[in-house]
C-alpha cells in the first residue's frame, strides 16, 4: 500500500487515512519545485553553514518583523524538544485511553507546569467501534492582553495497531515533543503576548478501523475525537468566536523534512508560515508544493477558525508502520519547524489585530 508516494497521487487511493493530492494541472510545476527543494536540501545537508548564512543574507534588509523574527526564534531548542520524543517513545505505544497515554499525560503536565504554564485536563468519553473510551484532552494555557486566543495543537495518541508495536516517533510524537518546546519557548520569552495562547494536546485523533474513514457513520466519524471534542466545548460556552487561529502540528519531525502547502489550510495563515520559513532559511523545508490532507483542523476550519496544517505525510514511508521509530526524526528538523512557528506568531498577531 504505498498510496503516499508523489507518483500515485493522481490516482484515487484506496480509503486512506489521509489524501495526499497534487492538483493535477500544477503538477509539472510542483514537481520541478519538489526538485528544487530535494537539490537545495541535498545541498543544506552538506553545506548547513553556508546554506543558512545565503539565507539570511536573502532577506538582510532591515526589517522590524525580520529582525523579531530571529530574536523569538533562538529560544526554541530542538534537542529538548527531541528529548521529549524520545522519552515518549520509551513509554510506548499509546493509544486512546491506554496506561501509557496516561503516562505520557503526566509526562507532558509536568513539563508544561515546569514551563509556568497553567495546564487544564479535559475529560470526556467517546463512543468509538472499540465501545466507551476515555479520552483526555491536555491545554495548557498563557495569558495574552487578549481573552482572543490563538490555539497551537498536536494529537498525542498513536494508532492502535495489534499486528505490531506502534510507537510513533514522528506520528504524534514529533509533534507532540515540539509542542512541549514551543510552549516553553514562548512563555519564556518574556513577552507578554497580545493574544492568549492556547496550546492543545489532542486525544483520539487516529481512527480505531485501520482506515480513516472505514468505520465512520453519519454524523459520527471514526478519527479526530479530541478535536472534535474541543470544538463542541467552544461552542457550547460560546467561545468559538474568541479562537482566531489555530495552527497544527502533525508529523514535522522527519530528518528529511519537507512540508508541502496543506489546501484545506487558510491561506494567509499559510503564507504567514512560509514567509517566516524563508527569512530563518528554511525555504527548502518548506515548498510551495501542495498536499491535500484530513486532520484535526478540520473541525476548527469547519466552525470558521482561520487553521493550518503542517505535515508530512506523501513521503514519509514509515507512516503507520513498525518503522516510525525514533531514528527517522531529528532534532534539526524539530528546530526547524519548532523556531519557524514560534517566529510566525508576532506575524499572525499582527495580521489578526489589523
Ligand atoms: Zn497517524
Redesign the pocket.
Known amino acids: 500500500m504505498d498510496h503516499k508516494s508523489p507518483e500515485t497521487t493522481n490516482d484515487a487511493p484506496p480509503s486512506p ?1 489521509r489524501v495526499p493530492a497534487v492538483a493535477p494541472s500544477s503538477y509539472a510545476h510542483a514537481l520541478l519545485l519538489l526538485l528544487l527543494a530535494l537539490a537545495l536540501n541535498g545541498c543544506q545537508n552538506g553545506n548547513q553553514a553556508n546554506n543558512n548564512a545565503q539565507g539570511n543574507a536573502a532577506s538582510a534588509t532591515p526589517s522590524a518583523t525580520a529582525t523579531t523574527a530571529t530574536q523569538t526564534a533562538n529560544a526554541f531548542d530542538g534537542e529538548r524538544a527531541f528529548a521529549h520524543v524520545r522519552r515518549m517513545v520509551e513509554i510506548g505505544a499509546r493509544p486512546a485511553g491506554s496506561a501509557e497515554l496516561a503516562r505520557t499525560r503526566e509526562y507532558l503536565s509536568g513539563e508544561l507546569e515546569a514551563a509556568g504554564l497553567k495546564v487544564t485536563a479535559d475529560e470526556f468519553t467517546a463512543q468509538t467501534p472499540g465501545g466507551a473510551r476515555r479520552m483526555v484532552n491536555l491545554t495548557a494555557e498563557l495569558t495574552g492582553e487578549s481573552t482572543d486566543v490563538i490555539i497551537v495543537a498536536s494529537h498525542y495518541d498513536t ?1 492502535p495497531f495489534k499486528e505490531f508495536r506502534f510507537v510513533g516517533a514522528n ?2 510524537g514529533s509533534s507532540t515533543g515540539a509542542l512541549v518546546e514551543i510552549a516553553r519557548a514562548v512563555a519564556a520569552s518574556g513577552r507578554k503576548p497580545r493574544f492568549t495562547y492556547q496550546f492543545v494536546f489532542f486525544d483520539g485523533e ?1 481512527a480505531f478501523c485501520l482506515e480513516w474513514e472505514q468505520c465512520t457513520n453519519a454524523g459520527a466519524p471514526d478519527n479526530t475525537y479530541g478535536s472534535r471534542h474541543y470544538v463542541a466545548q467552544l461552542a457550547e460556552r460560546g467561545e468559538t468566536k474568541r479562537v482566531r487561529a489555530m495552527i497544527l502540528l502533525d508529523m514535522i519531525g522527519y530528518t528529511n523534512l519537507s512540508i508541502p502547502r496543506e489546501t484545506y489550510s487558510t491561506p494567509w495563515l499559510v503564507d504567514a508560515i512560509w514567509t517566516t520559513a524563508r527569512e530563518l532559511g528554511h525555504a527548502a523545508q518548506f515548498p510551495n508544493t501542495q498536499q491535500t490532507v484530513e486532520d484535526d483542523h478540520l473541525p476548527f476550519l469547519q466552525a470558521e477558525i482561520p487553521v493550518v496544517d503542517l505535515i508530512q505525510l506523501s513521503d514519509y514511508s514509515y507512516w ?1 508502520t513498525a518503522g516510525d521509530t525514533l531514528d527517522k526524526i531529528s532534532p534539526r528538523s524539530l528546530q526547524i519547524v519548532g523556531e519557524t512557528v514560534v517566529a510566525s506568531l508576532p506575524r499572525i498577531e499582527q495580521r489578526l489585530s489589523r
Do not use: I, L, P, W
Open positions: 487515512r494508532k506520528d504524534g487516529e503507520h
